[in-house]
């Protein structure tokens, strides 16, 4: 068995596809007009009239907490500037999570809950300009190996044959 795709269901293909496609940059592989679309990275998109008819019943678009999309970016204040002028509503803006990471969290236009996190290399190295690998490791829940090969640096605990 594989595992293929996460399907989310959208009332407005259409509308749905901007937010994803020309704001998150993600790329469509697989195109079925109104009906579905997927992306690079394992999203798809269906319609909620298909879905229904699919499976025989009514879906609920409310706001679910259950499930998060998440992505990574390097440009969070631009992409959250973005997300603002398109009218989204925040469930926060651009925040420190336990782990150092900075992240930011919004409902797409179907109520789902999108979450949008620097990438953690970034994290890494932001934090190795003020902090020891050791502190740095601890801070993020990394260990020293991990923070040492991300950051392409010698670690002190690695042996060499």
């Not at 020309?22 to 909620?48: M, P, Q």
């Not at 469930?91 to 992240?103: D, G, Y």
Request: charged share 25%; aromatic share 10%; hydrophobic share 40%.
């Amino acid at each position: 068995m594989a595992f293929v795709s996460s399907i989310i269901v959208v009332e407005d293909i259409a509308q749905s596809r901007k937010l994803y496609e020309n704001i998150l940059h993600l790329t469509v592989t697989a195109d079925f007009g109104i009906n579905n679309i997927g992306f690079e990275g394992g999203l798809s998109l269906y319609r909620k009239a298909l879905f229904e008819e699919l499976i025989g019943s009514q879906v609920n678009l409310g706001k679910h907490h259950s499930v998060a999309l998440y992505f990574e970016d390097n440009h969070l204040e631009e992409l959250e500037k973005q997300i603002a002028e398109n009218g989204f509503e925040f469930i926060h803006k651009i925040k420190e999570q336990p782990w150092k990471q900075r992240t930011f969290r919004f409902y797409d236009f179907d109520q789902h809950v999108v979450e949008i996190a620097e990438k953690m290399d970034v994290v890494l190295r932001r934090l190795i300009q003020t902090h020891t690998i050791e502190e740095t490791a601890r801070m993020t829940g990394y260990s020293i190996e991990e923070v040492c090969h991300v950051l392409e640096m010698p670690s002190a605990h690695s042996h060499h044959g």
